[in-house]
C-alpha cells in the first residue's frame, strides 16, 4: 500500500460510522479503529447485554481509538429517542408523542433530553441520533404512528425539539435532528428502510412546515443533521434527500446556514436499492455534502466497502479532494469537543 493510498484509506475512514454484530467488537473492528479508519461506531440492542459488558465493549474501542495515529476520541452513538425507540434501558421513557402531550411538554422535553444524555453518558456514548423533528401531517402515518413526532404544529416541535437537544449537548452528548426535510408526510407504509419513498410536498409546505424546525434546532446550535432517504420532487426529483446536493448543499446549509456535521440515515436502507452497491452509494452521499456516512448493518464489512470506494474515488478525482477535507475538518472538529 502506497503512501498516498494509506492516507487517502484514513481520510476515507474518518468520515465513516460503523457497526458490527453481537456483543464483542471483532478484531477487524478495532484494527480499522487503530488505523485511524473509523470515526465513530453505532451500537444497537444486540451490542448490549449488560451495563458492565457494555462498559467492557467500550473501553475496548475507546482504546483502539486511542492507539490511532492521529487519536482522538470516536463518535459512539445510538438511537435513544425515547417512547420505543431505545437501544440502552433507561431515560427517556416519554415517546416523542407523549411528551408533545403532557401537561408541560416542555419541561417534559426538557427532562427527556436530561433523561437521555444521563443514559448516554453512563454508558460512555456521546452522540444520541435524536430529537426527531418529523412534523407528522396524519395521524397514525408513519411517523406518528410510531410515537416518533412531538405534533403537527411546526413551531411546537421546533421549540420541544430545542429543549431535547439543548439540554442533551449541556451535558455533553451531542444531539442530531432528523429527517431532514422531513418525513412527516410519509404514509404509514411509507418507511424508507423497507422501500424507496416519494414524498411529492409541494415547496412552499415542505420549508414552512417540514423544515421549519430545523431553523430553531440550528439557531440551538444542533451538532449533527441526518438527511432523510425519501426523494422529494420539489427539491430533486431523481435523487434521495441524503443524496442530494441541492438538499444537503442548496437547502441545509445555504439556506438554512447549518454549518455542523451531516450524517447520512442507514446506508443499507432499502430505499436505495435502486442506487447501487455500498461503494456506490457511499460516493454518491460524500459527493453531495453528506460528510458522515452510516454503516449501520452491524456487518463490518459494510464499513470496508465504503472505505475502499471513497478512497478509490478520491485518488481519481471523482470526489474534489477540497470538500472531502473540509467535510473531515467537520467531523474531526465535532470529535475533538466529545469525550
Same mark, same amino acid.
Given at each position: 500500500m502506497t503512501?498516498q493510498?494509506?492516507d487517502?484509506?484514513?481520510l *476515507?475512514?474518518?468520515r465513516?460510522v =460503523?457497526?458490527?454484530?453481537g ?5 477487524g #473492528? ?7 479508519? *473509523?470515526?465513530g #461506531? ?7 447485554t449488560?451495563?458492565s459488558?457494555?462498559?467492557d ?11 490511532a495515529?492521529?487519536?482522538?476520541p470516536l463518535l459512539l452513538?445510538t438511537?435513544? &429517542?425515547? !417512547? ?6 433507561g431515560a427517556p421513557?416519554? @415517546?416523542a408523542?407523549r411528551t408533545?402531550t403532557?401537561?408541560d411538554?416542555?419541561a417534559?422535553a426538557?427532562? @427527556?433530553g436530561?433523561g437521555a444524555a444521563?443514559?448516554?453518558n453512563d $454508558?460512555?456514548?456521546?452522540?444520541n441520533?435524536a430529537?426527531?423533528l418529523? #412534523?407528522y401531517d396524519t395521524?397514525?402515518?408513519f411517523?406518528?404512528?410510531? &410515537?416518533? @413526532?412531538?405534533g403537527?404544529?411546526p413551531s411546537?416541535?421546533?421549540?420541544l ?9 449541556g451535558l455533553?452528548?451531542a444531539?442530531?435532528?432528523k429527517h431532514?426535510?422531513g418525513l412527516?408526510?410519509?404514509a404509514r407504509?411509507?418507511n424508507t428502510?423497507?422501500r424507496p419513498?416519494?414524498l411529492p410536498v409541494? =415547496?412552499a409546505?415542505?420549508r414552512?412546515r417540514g ?7 440550528i439557531a440551538a !446550535?444542533v451538532?449533527?443533521?441526518?438527511? @432523510?432517504? $425519501?426523494i422529494y420532487?420539489? =427539491?430533486?426529483?431523481?435523487?434521495p434527500?441524503?443524496f442530494s446536493?441541492t438538499v444537503?448543499q !442548496?437547502?441545509?446549509r445555504d439556506?438554512l446556514?447549518?454549518d455542523?456535521?451531516t450524517?447520512?440515515?442507514?446506508l443499507?436502507?432499502e430505499?436505495l436499492?435502486?442506487y447501487g ?10 459527493s $453531495?455534502g453528506?460528510?458522515?456516512?452510516l ?11 465504503a472505505n475502499?470506494a471513497? +478512497?478509490?474515488?478520491?485518488d481519481? !478525482? /471523482?470526489?474534489?479532494?477540497a470538500a ?5 475538518? /467537520?467531523?474531526? +472538529?465535532l470529535?475533538?469537543?466529545?469525550r
Amino acid at each position: 500500500m502506497t503512501g498516498q493510498d494509506q492516507d487517502s484509506r484514513q481520510l *476515507a475512514g474518518r468520515r465513516i460510522v =460503523l457497526s458490527y454484530p453481537g456483543p464483542t467488537p471483532p478484531p477487524g #473492528v478495532l484494527q480499522a479503529i487503530r488505523e485511524g479508519r *473509523a470515526a465513530g #461506531v453505532i451500537l444497537f440492542g444486540e451490542n448490549i447485554t449488560s451495563p458492565s459488558q457494555l462498559a467492557d465493549s467500550v473501553a475496548q474501542l475507546k482504546q483502539a481509538a486511542a492507539e490511532a495515529p492521529h487519536p482522538r476520541p470516536l463518535l459512539l452513538m445510538t438511537d435513544q &429517542e425515547g !417512547g420505543r425507540v431505545r437501544r440502552l434501558p433507561g431515560a427517556p421513557e416519554l @415517546s416523542a408523542r407523549r411528551t408533545g402531550t403532557a401537561p408541560d411538554p416542555l419541561a417534559a422535553a426538557l427532562d @427527556s433530553g436530561t433523561g437521555a444524555a444521563t443514559t448516554l453518558n453512563d $454508558a460512555g456514548l456521546n452522540v444520541n441520533l435524536a430529537p426527531v423533528l418529523d #412534523v407528522y401531517d396524519t395521524p397514525d402515518n408513519f411517523i406518528d404512528h410510531f &410515537e416518533r @413526532s412531538y405534533g403537527q404544529d411546526p413551531s411546537r416541535v421546533g421549540e420541544l425539539g430545542r429543549a431535547f437537544l439543548t439540554a442533551q449537548q449541556g451535558l455533553g452528548v451531542a444531539a442530531t435532528a432528523k429527517h431532514f426535510p422531513g418525513l412527516g408526510s410519509a404514509a404509514r407504509d411509507e418507511n424508507t428502510d423497507a422501500r424507496p419513498v416519494t414524498l411529492p410536498v409541494p =415547496l412552499a409546505q415542505l420549508r414552512t412546515r417540514g423544515e421549519a424546525p430545523y431553523r430553531t434546532a440550528i439557531a440551538a !446550535g444542533v451538532r449533527l443533521v441526518m438527511a @432523510s432517504w $425519501a426523494i422529494y420532487p420539489a =427539491l430533486d426529483p431523481d435523487r434521495p434527500a441524503g443524496f442530494s446536493p441541492t438538499v444537503i448543499q !442548496g437547502e441545509l446549509r445555504d439556506r438554512l446556514g447549518f454549518d455542523g456535521v451531516t450524517i447520512t440515515d442507514a446506508l443499507e436502507a432499502e430505499a436505495l436499492t435502486p442506487y447501487g452497491d455500498t461503494g456506490t452509494r457511499a460516493v454518491t452521499a460524500a459527493s $453531495a455534502g453528506t460528510d458522515l456516512l452510516l454503516c449501520s448493518a452491524r456487518d463490518p464489512q459494510q464499513a470496508e466497502d465504503a472505505n475502499t470506494a471513497l +478512497a478509490a474515488a478520491l485518488d481519481a !478525482g /471523482r470526489l474534489d479532494r477540497a470538500a472531502f477535507a473540509a467535510a473531515v475538518t /467537520r467531523v474531526d +472538529a465535532l470529535r475533538d469537543e466529545l469525550r
